[in-house]
């Protein structure tokens, strides 16, 4: 159930599909002079994980391990890469780094604050700051600058086992995806906050042309309009319902 894409140049897709919950876990590894992972994984998928990048690289010359936020499936295994590669160091923001992973981690972080900007060698990613987007505090994304492309963790949710990467909109699986969540059990994956429309509109201000999601298809296309169409989806599914009888913007809702 693992299966590894090329989404840009040395820059692999390390997806797992977990069919008991109907959702896949990608786990992005760009192959550089300073190796990075972006998604740690599960700590309980490590096993899995391991002779996959190992088929691409030796996993003890790892440099950077970086995820968006302090969560299982973002950094669960981050410690089983710290004792495997000994030139590894966490990396995330400033926030994540002085809450969670410096307590938790083997080795600090290397702390990143908004639009701190680091080379893996042909690559330059800059660290974005994203409060609360897809969720928690501390959550954060990486831009890589010259191919475009945003790795954007929860955003873009998609469930069920999906092809590695398309050009098609995912913007309908996206939103049955948040409707999903909200009907069942994970209601209230994403928090809806009176910064979430301001830090979308910030990210498609970059213009990413691949979104590589953690959760479902990388989508290469027009990532500033797929942004601003999630940031109307995420309203319309997550914001503040108008009440009968309360003028807004578009005038007094009538039912
Ligand atoms: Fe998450
Ligand atoms: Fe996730």
């Known amino acids: 159930m693992v299966h590894v894409t090329e989404i840009a140049p040395e820059i692999y897709r390390i997806s797992v599909f977990v069919p008991e919950i109907n959702l896949e876990f990608s786990h992005f590894l760009v192959r550089d002079e300073?190796?990075?992972l972006f998604h740690a994984g599960l700590r309980g998928m490590f096993p899995l994980l391991r002779p996959e990048i190992a088929r691409l690289m030796d996993p003890s010359k790892l440099r950077h391990i970086g995820?968006?936020?302090?969560?299982?499936?973002?950094?669960?295994?981050?410690?089983?890469?710290?004792?495997i590669a000994p030139g590894?160091?966490?990396?995330?923001?400033?926030?994540g780094a002085m809450v969670s992973v410096n307590d938790f981690s083997i080795r600090p972080a290397h702390v990143l604050t908004r639009d701190d900007v680091f080379s893996t060698g042909r690559y330059r990613f800059r660290f974005i700051p994203t409060p609360h987007v897809p969720h928690?505090?501390?959550?954060?994304?990486?831009?890589?600058?010259?191919?475009?492309?945003?790795?954007?963790?929860?955003l873009f949710h998609q469930w069920g086992h999906r092809e590695a990467a398309t050009a098609d909109s995912i913007m309908e699986r996206c939103k049955d995806a948040l409707l999903q969540s909200e009907a069942g059990p994970f209601a209230n994956y994403v928090p809806y906050t009176h910064h979430t429309g301001r830090v979308?509109?910030?990210?498609a201000q970059y213009g990413p042309r691949t979104l590589a999601a953690m959760h479902g298809s990388t989508y290469y296309g027009d990532g500033a309009k797929a942004l601003r169409d999630l940031a109307i989806v995420m309203h319309d599914v997550l914001g503040p319902k108008?009440?009968?009888?309360?003028?807004?913007s578009i005038g007094t809702i009538k039912s």
């Open 67 to 83: 995820f968006s936020h302090f969560e299982a499936d973002e950094c669960g295994g981050l410690n089983e890469w710290l004792q």
């Open 200 to 203: 979308l509109e910030t990210l």
């Open 34 to 36: 300073e190796p990075l």
């Open 88 to 95: 590894a160091e966490p990396i995330c923001g400033l926030v």
């Open 136 to 154: 928690g505090w501390d959550a954060g994304v990486l831009f890589e600058e010259s191919e475009k492309t945003l790795f954007c963790s929860d």
């Open 242 to 248: 108008a009440r009968d009888g309360e003028t807004t």
